[in-house]
């Protein structure tokens, strides 16, 4: 018996290991993200609705080279900073294959769909607004804040996340993270700075 | 009585600016104390639903827990300060410990830790300490400051950054990293005893604790 129980012990702690190793290695987080890491495959939305009154999903966009995705709200006045120099962003690369778009998972009134309609017309947005009310999309990709940029390289893995520059002060970027990644992308390469610690205003999960 | 006093400034501010509104120029439909240079201490105020506070008879020269007023959250009563006028409102404190919790509604740490700052105003506003709670938040989330005061019952004034949620605004009023939360403590004679600010490189950041321990020490002094 004794040694029976010692078998089962020692089988024990070997399943109990591998199980341990192998979910640090399919889960490993990156620095600042807790959840999502560099090279992961990025999590896929399907069906959000957009202040265009449509459905999209990150299987519509198989034509793009990049995408860079941003985790928005209306509420953030770090996010309404931002929101030139995104719209600026999207200008100078949608003809380079580089779709972008920004998902809300906010639900502060102020954030709901009518609002952001406002807002979207309101700042000129040129790409899509979308919200997800489940929130769910915003934990796989570990977003803590808006505003929270994700870039997907073309087999749609995470190839940098983080911050977007690093000034709110546009005046004072002297690092354009989210350009030289890109930039990078483009050219073939990996980015130099593929995660960055992301600012902005915390996300609020129900 | 923190209230009658600031309600004094608001009445001389009223005043003034009303005497002087018509050589004023404000975009703001909210009351602004002392724009300009700290020196200037030139008074804006142009208005349209400023309400003038009546006379106010003289505050108590005691006051005890149970007689806390809560302070008036009306639109009206949240002026709109650059560092100049918070400069004059945090003078008018001197002889009393100074907290001054800077904080918004888009910030979801600070909403989560102003209940700490409010049970420490009621707790000790007998001992001589005075709250000062700075909104830095954008002209247009007026009205949500508002409302979260008022559903806080604050007992102590109110201020809002002219500037915002500006970089500009977090500059003027030295708020490190230019994040929040922070809180900053000013002995009785008006120093700043301590910064209690978010490092966002370590892994811990400053509790309710430590904020309670060092109101405590500088009212003891």
């Known amino acids: ?206 | 009585m923190v209230f009658l006093k600031l309600s004094k400034i608001l009445l001389l501010v009223a005043v003034i600016g009303l005497l002087g509104s018509l050589g004023c120029n404000s975009e703001s439909n909210n009351t602004m104390i002392g724009s300009g240079s700290p020196k200037s201490k030139s008074i804006e105020s142009e208005s349209n639903d400023l309400e003038i506070p009546g006379p106010q008879t003289e505050p108590p020269l005691t006051t005890t827990v149970e007689s806390v007023v809560l302070a008036d959250v009306t639109s009206a009563a949240i002026p709109v300060v650059d560092r100049s006028g918070f400069d004059l409102v945090l003078a008018k404190h001197k002889g009393q410990v100074v907290l001054v919790d800077y904080w918004a509604t888009w910030c979801a740490a600070c909403r989560k830790k102003f209940p700490h700052t409010v049970a420490l105003a009621k707790q000790h506003q007998a001992e001589g300490l005075t709250i000062i709670g700075v909104a830095m938040d954008d002209d247009d989330a007026h009205d949500e400051v508002v409302k979260f005061l008022a559903e806080q019952q604050v007992p102590f004034d109110n201020l809002r950054s002219k500037a915002g949620a500006s970089d500009e605004s977090f500059e003027s009023f030295e708020i490190p990293g230019a994040t929040l939360p922070c809180l900053r403590l000013f002995d009785r004679d008006g120093n700043v005893i301590k910064t209690f600010a978010i490092d966002v490189d370590a892994d811990k950041q400053f509790t309710d604790d430590d904020v309670a321990e060092a109101v405590k020490a500088a009212l003891a002094k």
């Not at chain 1, 993200?33 to 495959?41: E, M, S, W």
């Not at chain 1, 999209?56 to 860079?68: G, I, N, Q, R």
Request: overall charge positive; proline content about 4%; some cysteine.
């Open chain 1, 1 to 206: 018996m004794t040694r029976i129980r010692r078998w089962v012990e020692c089988a024990t702690y070997f399943v109990v290991g591998a199980a341990v190793l192998l979910s640090t290695s399919t889960l490993r987080a990156a620095k600042f993200n807790k959840v999502l890491d560099i090279g992961k495959p990025a999590p896929v939305w399907s069906d959000l609705l957009g202040v265009d009154d449509k459905r999209h999903s990150l299987s519509d966009l198989k034509a793009s080279k990049l995408v860079v995705v941003v985790f928005a709200s209306n509420h953030c006045p770090v996010v309404k900073s931002y929101e030139r120099r995104l719209i600026r962003f999207v200008d100078d690369y949608r003809d380079k294959g580089v779709e972008f778009l920004a998902i809300s998972v906010s639900q502060r009134a102020t954030d709901q769909l009518p609002q952001m309609k406002v807002r979207a017309v309101g700042s000129g947005f040129n790409f899509p607004y979308l919200i997800d009310p489940s929130q769910k999309i915003a934990k796989a990709y570990g977003a803590t804040h808006t505003p929270h940029v994700f870039v997907l390289d073309q087999q749609r893995r995470v190839a940098y996340m983080g911050k977007i520059d690093d000034h709110l002060d546009e005046s004072k970027v002297t690092e354009r993270f989210l350009r030289d990644a890109v930039d990078a992308l483009l050219a073939g390469k990996s980015p130099d700075v593929a995660e960055t610690r992301q600012v902005g205003c915390e996300i609020e999960y129900e």
